[in-house]
């Protein structure tokens, strides 16, 4: 068997970084104060070696919120109410109740809003 040269053969996986971090910092806190730093960090959903060296080298910390458009969040909460309504005439009917004619006129309305939603979402995201 011929033993290949480690640096001939071809290498998969992760790539290599440009700037490799290997140097290690250490910090000597209280319990009290490690809790709260793991708290901040997660709070920026950072790691803890994120946020302290974020913290070090720039004294502040870019808070990565994910704020959702009150247009999604109103669509949203119109497809749960949606849901629920749906759960109840279903629950009704695999029980082997008939649907009144108030309950279909409402499941004609509510099909109707669903297609307006639709409709709603697609030039949202257009």
Same mark, same amino acid.
């Not at 997660?42 to 803890?48: F, H, P, Q, Y």
């Given at each position: !068997?011929?033993? &290949?040269? #480690?640096? =001939?053969?071809?290498? %998969?996986?992760?790539? @290599?970084?440009?700037?490799?971090?290997?140097? *290690?910092?250490?910090?000597?806190?209280?319990?009290?104060?490690?809790?709260?730093?793991?708290?901040?960090?997660?709070?920026?959903?950072?790691?803890?070696?994120?946020?302290?060296?974020?913290?070090?080298?720039?004294?502040?910390?870019? !808070?990565?919120? &994910?704020? #959702?458009? =009150?247009?999604?969040? %109103?669509?949203?909460? @119109?497809?749960?109410?949606?849901?629920?309504? *749906?759960?109840?005439?279903?629950?009704?009917?695999?029980?082997?109740?008939?649907?009144?004619?108030?309950?279909?006129?409402?499941?004609?309305?509510?099909?109707?809003?669903?297609?307006?939603?639709?409709?709603?979402?697609?030039?949202?995201?257009?």
């Amino acid at each position: !068997m011929e033993r &290949k040269d #480690l640096k =001939s053969r071809k290498r %998969s996986g992760r790539p @290599i970084k440009a700037e490799k971090r290997n140097q *290690l910092l250490s910090l000597k806190c209280t319990l009290a104060e490690r809790d709260l730093i793991k708290i901040k960090a997660n709070s920026a959903r950072l790691s803890i070696s994120e946020y302290l060296r974020e913290l070090a080298l720039t004294g502040k910390i870019d !808070m990565r919120m &994910k704020a #959702l458009p =009150s247009e999604i969040l %109103s669509i949203t909460a @119109i497809l749960n109410h949606m849901a629920a309504n *749906l759960n109840q005439i279903a629950r009704k009917r695999n029980s082997n109740d008939e649907l009144t004619v108030i309950e279909r006129a409402e499941l004609k309305v509510q099909s109707m809003r669903l297609k307006e939603l639709a409709g709603e979402v697609k030039t949202y995201f257009l």
